[in-house]
């Protein structure tokens, strides 16, 4: 189904241009200024300081924008990554300027080791930011020792405000418990607690102004992302509605929207309702891409590097990390995957038609 390529296809002729490659832009390690990493520097000068690592393929939701309806083929146990094999991933990424972690699935949360992984994440020198991006059915009760294991932040996708479209949507109940886990996430001191919302046509687009109100006295950052094409989850153009269109909704509701100033690497057009407590985003992914400042990568739960998230060519670090491969050896397969990452993704019409992975067995 996903073009998977082994390490010995990619060690020539491929190497020879990472180590040409120009070492662009700065990091700071300590008190030491070191040439950010060539081998998470694409051939267009982006650098990939963000890594997305899929815990588990499992999750106890059914999302039907996210997941087939017939259920998705899960991989093996013996064959997803075992903790010692993420915190070594993890462990290289940082080494060569990856700051940014973030642990998705599946649903991250059911995975037990997941404490585990982030006490050892955390010990990771140059790394800055860990981060969840979870359905929220476990969060209430996990959080406070997710926090003191240190995790820094916390993206809950939730895609209505009405329980009946919630079990709808995710084909289960729990819409309590996920608003349980926001205002956990709250009380615990999180800010901005994120909050994803997938608009779909015909389903939640009439509920964007409650969205907006979240944010009127929670320190909450609603993102607003349109609706992607993923194997079995029958996306049309349709469905999705732009990000100009949600836009002029609110607009309509609050005239005197502004526009915040964001990071360059930055996914979300941010704005805000002067007076309210949080913010929201929009994430154009389909009508307006942001393919020219990416800066993450993704690692699946079997292993698998995959350089854009609409891409289907995805590169094996487990099998060859499985046979005893040194770190020079795992950062040259990186390092040729980074290289040829295109310049931006095919667009919507293509994405749509082109095999590729369910978003449960990416990770997003």
Not at 80 to 101: C, H, M, P, W, Y
Not at 138 to 163: H, Q, V, W, Y
Not at 197 to 212: H, I, P, Q
């Amino acid at each position: 189904v996903h073009h998977v390529t082994s390490a010995r296809k990619l060690k020539a002729p491929l190497i020879s241009s990472i180590r040409k490659r120009n070492k662009l832009g700065d990091r700071l390690t300590g008190d030491h200024v070191l040439p950010f990493s060539a081998f998470l520097t694409d051939s267009f000068g982006r650098r990939h300081n963000y890594l997305r690592i899929s815990l588990t393929e499992k999750c106890n939701l059914r999302c039907q924008y996210c997941m087939p309806e017939k259920g998705v083929k899960l991989t093996p146990r013996s064959q997803l990554l075992s903790t010692s094999e993420v915190v070594t991933i993890a462990r290289l990424f940082v080494q060569e300027g990856v700051d940014k972690i973030r642990l998705t699935g599946g649903e991250p949360l059911i995975r037990p080791d997941l404490l585990d992984i982030i006490i050892e994440l955390r010990k990771l020198d140059g790394l800055k930011t860990i981060a969840v991006t979870t359905n929220g059915i476990n969060l209430a009760k996990l959080l406070p020792r997710l926090k003191e294991a240190g995790l820094d932040l916390i993206n809950i996708s939730l895609d209505t405000l009405a329980p009946a479209k919630f079990e709808f949507i995710t084909r289960r109940k729990g819409f309590h418990r996920v608003m349980e886990g926001i205002d956990r996430a709250v009380e615990l001191g999180y800010s901005p607690v994120k909050v994803n919302c997938v608009v779909m046509r015909g389903f939640n687009e009439d509920e964007l102004l409650d969205f907006v109100r979240l944010t009127e006295k929670k320190p909450l950052e609603v993102r607003f992302i349109e609706y992607m094409p993923f194997d079995g989850n029958k996306w049309n153009f349709k469905k999705m509605v732009s990000y100009q269109e949600m836009l002029d909704r609110i607009k309509q509701q609050w005239p005197n929207l502004e526009r915040l100033q964001t990071g360059h690497a930055n996914t979300a057009k941010m704005f805000k309702v002067p007076g309210f407590e949080g913010h929201l985003g929009f994430i154009s992914s389909m009508s307006d891409h942001f393919c020219g400042s990416c800066n993450r990568l993704r690692i699946t739960a079997d292993g698998n590097l995959k350089v854009c998230l609409f891409g289907n060519s995805e590169f094996s670090l487990r099998d060859i990390l499985r046979c005893g491969a040194s770190d020079e050896e795992l950062l040259q397969v990186i390092g040729a995957a980074v290289g040829r990452k295109k310049k931006e993704h095919a667009g919507m019409f293509s994405i749509s038609q082109m095999k590729n992975r369910p978003m449960i067995l990416i990770g997003g």
